[in-house]
């Protein structure tokens, strides 16, 4: 008498993976890109912001749309 085998349940989903990121995968990231842009569109801070007049207003132009 043969015994039966047993197989493994299948997943949950089988369509694809779930992958789910922790809240603080996304959150900083996205602070340091906010906090890089920020030094980019304030040239004022910067020691050394003699540079093409014609970028500096690019970037202040930048700053203006993104502050609305």
């Known amino acids: 008498m043969s015994a039966r085998t047993h197989s493994r349940p299948l997943p949950a989903t089988t369509r694809g993976v779930d992958i789910r990121l922790p809240w603080w995968a996304l959150a900083l990231p996205t602070l340091a890109f906010v906090a890089l842009l920020t030094l980019l569109l304030n ?25 609305r």
Do not use: C, S, W, Y
């Open 43 to 67: 040239p004022t801070d910067a020691q050394a912001a003699t540079g093409d007049p014609l970028v500096t207003h690019l970037l202040e132009r930048a700053r203006e749309l993104v502050v």
